[in-house]
């Protein structure tokens, strides 16, 4: 997506929203699940990271957890929110361990992947809340 294209849509067809701030999150690091050509993740899923997700995303050899100060990357802790790739989200999904996701701010694209009945059947809770940050 460039910044030429319309509004960007959430999942459920509204504007999309910021997914986290604090630590920055997105392809493009400016707080929104938002994708681009190059972008060959995919990083379209707003998920509010749990301890399970996280030991999950190690085991499949991405850390998120350790920091990473030359990259400017705090390491997400659980409680955090960020832009996880629509793919490994569905591979969590079908290993159990997917992270709830808010559904405002998981980009229109996703549908491409996960159908919105399984991204709905684990919407974050407290999905009226502001993003932190």
């Known amino acids: 997506m460039t910044t030429t294209d319309a509004q960007p849509r959430n999942v459920l067809g509204g504007p999309l929203e910021t997914c986290g701030c604090q630590p920055m999150t997105g392809w493009m690091r400016d707080g929104v699940c938002r994708t681009d050509a190059l972008d060959i993740g995919r990083h379209t899923v707003c998920a509010v990271v ?3 997700f996280l030991s999950y995303s190690m085991a499949q050899g991405n850390d ?3 920091p990473r100060p030359e990259f400017s990357f705090p390491g997400l802790r659980p409680g955090d929110r960020w832009c996880v790739c629509a793919s490994r989200w569905r591979q969590a999904l079908e290993d159990g361990m997917a ?4 559904l405002a701010s998981t980009e229109i694209s996703t549908l491409d992947l996960v159908p919105l009945e399984d991204l709905k059947a684990h919407a974050w809770a407290e999905e009226s809340n502001p993003a932190p940050g």
């Open 64 to 66: 998120l957890s350790t």
């Open 99 to 102: 992270p709830p996701v808010v």
């Open 50 to 52: 749990t301890p399970s």
